[in-house]
């Protein structure tokens, strides 16, 4: 596994993997059997858990040489945000990644990456003002200017994203197609702890009664998917489903709800309250923000035309 913290050295690496392949043989120029070497990204602030493990095994699966970045992008950070305590521990990243046969690790600096006061920012304008972008100002087009950076440095064919950051999902393929960039966003499904809870490396900041009534996302979350399973309850409204979600929710008394919000996927238009789940012609999307004292946890699942998508 080859190590890199400079622009340079990982676009060299990357160049060498493309001409020579996995084993150090040159590609023969113009044989049909070879067919063209494939680069799979997938992209982190680090402090790996077992979701990040997942897009870097479906990235081995894909492609022919695994990108893995691990970077904590200051400008999706807002002022009051977690930035300066956001766990890190880059030695254990990269047992994490050596053991998930990743090829390149991009570990760059805040330098590195953003040596002079960037002025050219990457907006994507609608799909950001709901959810985590009302919630969180300059969150979204931190993340784009960054992913935009990353795509410039690595130019891979595929890059994984989680739709534990569903929203992060349908602005990145939002900005992927309007600006015609030469990849293709691969999205993973959620993974989650035995008893539900979504991997976040936030959550090592949850005490232990606040992980334990975490839980009321995921337990949401599977009531939605049951009721969307069940074809007599598929005639239950918006209105219906928000509110059994609500109530899900505020049963846990430490449970501070940032928003709960059910749009279609991925446009992520609103829909009308009195409308009928099972009318709806698009996917739709639960999702949910809510803090427990500190630690801001988000989660979803996807409905497809009355079929759940991603498990809870
Ligand atoms: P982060 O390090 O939190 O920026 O996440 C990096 C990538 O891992 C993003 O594409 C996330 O959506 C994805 N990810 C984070 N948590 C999970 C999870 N529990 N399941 C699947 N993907 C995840």
Redo the contacts with the bound molecule.
């Keep these: 596994m080859i190590i890199v913290r400079e622009v340079a050295q990982l676009r060299q690496a990357i160049a060498e993997r493309r001409q020579f392949g996995a084993d150090g043989a040159k590609a023969e120029q113009g044989s049909a059997a070879i067919r063209p070497h494939t680069v799979g990204f997938?992209?982190?602030?680090?402090?790996?858990?077992?979701?990040?493990a997942?897009?870097m095994q479906k990235a081995r699966e894909m492609a022919d040489t695994v990108v893995l970045s691990?970077f904590v992008n200051p400008i999706q950070f807002g002022p009051n945000e977690d930035l300066d305590s956001y766990p890190r521990d880059e030695a254990r990243d990269l047992e994490v990644a050596r053991r998930e046969g990743v090829d390149i690790v991009f570990l760059p600096t805040v330098a590195e990456m953003y040596p002079q006061p960037t002025r050219t920012k990457i907006r994507v304008s609608a799909l950001t003002d709901r959810l985590c972008g009302a919630s969180r100002p300059g969150h979204f087009d931190g993340v784009t200017t960054v992913v935009a950076k990353l795509f410039n440095m690595v130019g891979p064919d595929l890059a994984?994203?989680?739709?534990?950051?569903a929203q992060?999902?349908a602005v990145l393929q939002q900005m992927v197609t309007d600006l015609n960039m030469n990849v293709t966003i691969v999205p993973?499904?959620?993974?989650?702890e035995a008893d539900g809870l979504?991997?976040?490396?936030?959550n090592v900041y949850l005490s232990a009664e606040q992980r334990e009534q975490a839980l009321v996302l995921s337990q949401s979350l599977r009531k939605v998917r049951e009721v969307s399973e069940d074809d007599v309850q598929n005639t239950f409204t918006i209105r219906q489903l928000y509110q059994m979600v609500e109530t899900t929710i505020t049963s846990s008394p430490l449970a501070d709800i940032d928003y709960i919000e059910i749009l279609t996927f991925p446009s992520l238009e609103p829909l009308l309250p009195e409308q009928r789940l099972s009318d709806v012609e698009e996917d739709i999307i639960v999702a949910l923000a809510v803090k427990f004292g500190n630690t801001r946890l988000i989660d979803n699942i996807r409905i497809q035309k009355g079929e759940v998508l991603l498990h809870v």
């Design positions: 997938v992209p982190t602030m680090g402090y790996l858990h077992e979701g990040h997942s897009l691990i994984f994203f989680g739709m534990k950051d992060q999902v993973c499904p959620i993974v989650r979504a991997l976040s490396s936030r």
